[in-house]
């Protein structure tokens, strides 16, 4: 049997490349992609060899993860639950989609990951490989196998030589890419806490940065970014500078209550510096190109968007349906927005685009007014008619109960 795992170094994949081989027999290939995280890959890559793999793969998917994937979801606007912007879901079918690749050039049998039961990324794994692959069989040892406890998975590391690190302090759970990182467990499991600065892993804390307001340009095209203070660069290239200019200043942090896929609620704190700020000024741009039905839409179809991305259903119709709805608007979302960022805080300073559907002569209230105010009275008569209506109907069945209420209200 041949097997290929989504294996990142730490202590579940570490402990399951080992499991996987010795329950199934089997030839455990490990596929590291790399993502921007803080490991180094170099080590990550021994170490799976050290614990057994028979093929390790290692591939910089950094570029592919931010075009096809992070900046996907920035142009359709989705915040999960009206914050969270997504760094390791957004990961997860990326992961699926590289790995199932692997397994199928290999002649695998099966493709595994190292998520928990009660976790969201199970669904994420499992969702994207059958939809990428339903004929290869789907592996979750951490799920599956008897241990109970992360001291059980340490002793099994031990007995098997299978090479961990074990730090001192609070035991997080922290996950970290180019986009952004995710930190939970230990602490933070107590709502009551405020979260220790320790946990976070990118971001200067917004009230000590000692560092005086700065301008910050960022330029789009058809809604992507583009360039940084009229500098064109790649994806890479502008999330990482970004990312250094905006952790200085304390952006990015989000402390929240999410509901999980699985239907528990659990605590999480997040870090995206350069995305915060990317969201930020790309809906600016919106507000300036787009309609007003359009806008109000694909803000509502954006919180749609950012549900299927954290459900795990990023290979779904629904989301192929939604991205060409996507495509569709940001034929003109080009154009520079320029931020101020200052204490943790994201400030809107200019925004300039050819295709701004804002006119100044139709918003001015000084002697350049071309607004026809005689024609407002028309529209107004016509928007409230409705309510006329109604409330005419109200009072001609002189229900005194109901007219009372109201005027109470009043």
Not at 197 to 221: A, C, R, W
Not at 357 to 375: E, Q, V
Not at 378 to 401: M, T
Request: overall charge neutral; proline content about 5%.
């Amino acid at each position: 049997m041949k097997i290929v795992l989504a294996y990142s170094g730490g202590l579940d994949t570490s402990v399951a490349l080992r499991w996987l081989a010795d329950t199934y027999k089997a030839q455990v290939i490990a596929f590291c992609a790399d993502i921007g995280q803080k490991e180094d890959l170099k080590a990550v890559a021994e170490k799976a060899r050290r614990t057994g793999a028979s093929q390790v793969f290692v591939e910089d998917l950094r570029e592919y993860f931010l075009t096809e994937y992070a900046f996907r979801s920035l142009a359709a606007g989705t915040r999960y639950e009206g914050d969270y912007l997504l760094a390791a879901p957004l990961s997860r079918p990326l992961i699926a989609e590289r790995a199932i690749k692997i397994a199928l050039a290999e002649g695998a049998d099966a493709v595994a990951h190292g998520a928990t039961g009660k976790g969201n990324d199970q669904v994420r794994f499992y969702s994207s490989f059958v939809a990428l692959a339903p004929e290869l069989k789907v592996l979750a040892p951490v799920i599956d196998w008897e241990m109970k406890s992360r001291d059980d998975e340490i002793q099994y590391a031990i007995k098997h030589n299978i090479p961990i690190s074990q730090k001192e302090g609070p035991d997080y759970s922290i996950d970290t890419n180019i986009w952004g990182s995710s930190i939970e467990c230990g602490p933070l499991d107590d709502l009551a806490q405020a979260p220790p600065e320790e946990v976070y892993q990118l971001t200067q804390p917004p009230n000590k940065t000692g560092l005086p307001p700065e301008e910050v340009s960022i330029g789009f095209k058809a809604g992507r970014p583009v360039s940084l203070n009229g500098q064109e660069l790649p994806a890479v290239a502008l999330v990482t500078r970004l990312n250094e200019l905006a952790s200085r200043h304390g952006v990015g942090r989000i402390d929240i209550i999410e509901n999980r896929v699985v239907g528990i609620k659990t605590r999480g704190i997040y870090e995206c510096p350069a995305g915060t700020v990317l969201h930020l000024a790309h809906r600016e741009l919106e507000k300036v190109v787009l309609d007003r039905d359009t806008f109000h839409l694909k803000t509502t179809l954006g919180d749609r968007y950012a549900t299927l991305i954290y459900d795990g259903l990023w290979f779904s119709p629904l989301r192929f349906a939604l991205d060409q709805f996507v495509d569709y608007t940001q034929r003109r979302i080009t154009g520079t927005i320029t931020v101020q960022l200052a204490n943790g805080q994201v400030i809107v300073r200019t925004r300039r685009s050819p295709f701004a559907l804002y006119s100044n002569s139709l918003s001015t209230y000084g002697a350049g007014d071309t607004f026809n105010h005689a024609a407002g009275r028309g529209f107004a008569y016509v928007k409230g008619l409705p309510l006329r209506l109604w409330f005419q109907q109200q009072e001609s069945e002189k229900n005194v109960v109901e007219q009372g209420e109201w005027k109470k209200a009043i």
